[in-house]
């Protein structure tokens, strides 16, 4: 159960690193999807997976049974998780938008904001 | 509740302004009104402290060290009230900007307002992560503004940097977690009392405060600033160029100086790092020539006098941090507020293609002056008492060489000043034929309102300069980690 959490991580992480470094913008995307599933399985592996005992105190005990699972990192990736979505979908209508200017979703195209000088030695002029 | 109030008005502020159908001047006079009331509570809060003190809300209905927990001392209070203050500010600066875009970023701002202060009050690591991402989530929509292409690509660099350096923050929190059971921030500092704990947490530890590093804008990480911030409209520009990077800086300070023990060689190469970042923004600021981008490289340059202070790790660099931050929050919003009204004024940021400024407007000109000669650190000035706490600390622990350096990169702040002056102000104007534009009053008094704020620091440092002593005479106490 561990190994295949830490095979799982590590393919993901790398899978994603391969993504973040691609200079097309929607691969640069997925990536960072990828790596924010990775950090989420990451506080996952942080609190003692492997338990299915839910931890509910049973009637009448007065503490946990000590081979309950941690709810805290279940608390902890299901805060990420929403961050995550929202961050998702708001990066994918960004780049669509950015694609309506740029159909090659090229990264190393993005230079409106900071145009390439032409002059040696002063900076080109930005029109407000 | 008093310490609840300054993160629950901005937040009510932000629902009700977007939530209900209303009319865009009535909603940015509501945010007005918010950040008043903010200002209020935030003061109240402070004031209610007592001196060294600290209030703390457990929030969950669980005890402590499981239920989450937010705290005010008087460093996160008076950090609160200066955020509400430029909060204010800006808000009345964007009253006098008539136009879609700044009515329908209120609300963002006051969510921007609120998470600032939730990190200030944040007590445990997993909810100062929650805090950082709303942080991102409102800057985001901010940058992006009315979508115009330059914006959405500017929001698109921000959001992928920023984006690692939060996940980054996540993983470094999840594995404190598994390396020590605790998130909680006094119950890491009593867990890295056993040196075998804090031998374990150190390579995450790393992790950490490098996310934070690309957060606050140091030296190899700081790509995103001059890619997104100088498409901003000026009250934006203002408000998030004023505060992100300080808000970063404060969790530095916070987590090396109170929660976790930083070894020392770790602090020798953050100094180093520190004075590496002042000159690399402060020499990208004498190249430009556009307004904003200049201000912009020059956030980076002071990002390093507070990452200097934090490397010198003694109570006395904490003061002199803490003042600085304050002192650098005030004056650099307010002369992005002044570069706004000279676009407003001369119609370009670019100083080539503006000047004539101090003929046509000599109350903006005075006011630039002032703000100028603060961020330079001409005595007596805000920025004069904060580098001044900064440097006799470096001096006193014969750090020669980043003391000289830091007054070295106050010069270079000289010439970027002064070259803003004579060409946007002095020269005439390229254009013969261009006539001054109108100035709002409500964007005249909100940069009066931070030009009173920096003179009344300035001219009467004394109760400032304690303050900061007070907020920080616990730092740097939780013993050395060799």
């Known amino acids: ?128 | 509740m008093l310490l609840l109030l300054p993160l629950l008005i901005p937040l009510a502020a932000a629902l009700l302004t977007a939530l209900l159908p209303m009319h865009g001047r009535v909603r940015q006079a509501v945010g007005v009104v918010a950040a008043l009331i903010q200002v209020l509570a935030a003061g109240a809060l402070l004031s209610a402290l007592p001196a060294g003190g600290r209030f703390s809300l457990v929030l969950g209905n669980w005890p402590l060290p499981y239920g989450i927990e937010l705290a005010a001392d008087t460093l996160s209070a008076a950090l609160i009230l200066v955020s509400a203050l430029l909060g204010l500010a800006v808000m009345l600066y964007s009253l006098g900007r008539d136009d879609q875009e700044s009515a329908a970023a209120t609300p963002l701002m006051l969510g921007l307002l609120a998470s600032v202060a939730a990190v200030f009050l944040a007590a445990d690591l997993f909810n100062l992560y929650v805090w950082f991402e709303l942080m991102l989530i409102a800057t985001l929509g901010l940058l992006v503004g009315s979508g115009d292409p330059r914006r959405s690509e500017a929001a698109f660099k921000y959001l992928v940097l920023n984006l690692l350096g939060t996940l980054l923050v996540l993983v470094a929190v999840a594995l404190i977690y598994a390396a020590s059971g605790q998130l909680n921030f006094v119950a890491l500092q009593v867990a890295g009392q056993w040196p075998e704990v804090a031998a374990g947490l150190r390579p995450y530890l790393g992790l950490l405060l490098l996310a934070l590093l690309l957060k606050a804008g140091a030296l190899p990480l700081f790509a995103w600033l001059p890619a997104s911030y100088p498409v901003l409209p000026p009250p934006v520009l203002a408000l998030v160029g004023g505060l992100l990077t300080k808000v970063a800086a404060y969790v530095l300070l916070r987590l090396a100086g109170q929660v976790f023990a930083v070894p020392d060689l770790w602090l020798e190469a953050l100094g180093w790092l520190a004075l590496l970042t002042m000159l690399a923004g402060v020499l990208g600021a004498a190249y430009h020539w556009d307004v904003r981008r200049i201000l912009a490289l020059h956030i980076i340059s002071q990002v390093g006098y507070l990452l200097l202070g934090i490397a010198l790790s003694s109570p006395a660099a904490a003061a002199g941090t803490a003042f600085f931050a304050v002192h650098n929050i005030l004056v650099k919003a307010n002369l992005f507020l002044i570069a706004g009204l000279m676009f407003a004024s001369a119609g370009h940021y670019d100083l080539r293609r503006i000047g004539g400024l101090y003929a046509a407007r000599p109350l903006l000109a005075v006011l630039f002056l002032l703000s100028a000669f603060s961020l330079v650190g001409v005595p007596p000035s805000t920025g004069f008492w904060g580098k001044f706490m900064l440097l006799r600390e470096a001096f006193e622990q014969e750090r020669y060489v980043w003391g000289g350096g830091a007054l070295a990169v106050g010069l270079l702040t000289l010439y970027s000043m002064s070259k803003i002056w004579l060409e946007g102000f002095w020269k005439a104007h390229p254009d013969a034929t261009a006539s001054a534009g109108i100035i709002p009053v409500a964007a005249y008094a909100a940069v009066l309102l931070l030009t009173g704020l920096i003179l009344v620091m300035g001219l009467y440092p004394e109760p400032f300069i304690d303050l900061a002593q007070v907020a920080t005479s616990d730092f740097w106490n939780q013993g050395s980690g060799t």
């Not at chain 1, 691609?22 to 691969?27: A, E, G, I, N």
């Open chain 1, 1 to 128: 159960m561990m190994l295949m959490l830490i095979l799982s991580l590590s393919v993901l992480v790398a899978a994603s690193v391969l993504l973040i470094l691609s200079r097309d913008t929607l691969r640069l995307v997925v990536g960072l999807a990828m790596l924010g599933g990775a950090a989420n399985l990451m506080v996952f592996l942080a609190g003692r997976p492997g338990s299915i005992l839910p931890p509910i105190i049973a009637a009448g005990a007065e503490t946990l049974p000590s081979a309950a699972a941690n709810p805290l990192p279940q608390a902890l990736v299901l805060t990420a998780i929403v961050i995550g979505f929202a961050l998702l979908c708001f990066s994918l209508v960004l780049i669509a938008n950015l694609a309506r200017h740029d159909a090659r979703q090229d990264g190393d195209d993005l230079r409106a904001v900071e145009p390439e000088a032409t002059d040696p030695l002063k900076p080109p002029v930005m029109e407000p």
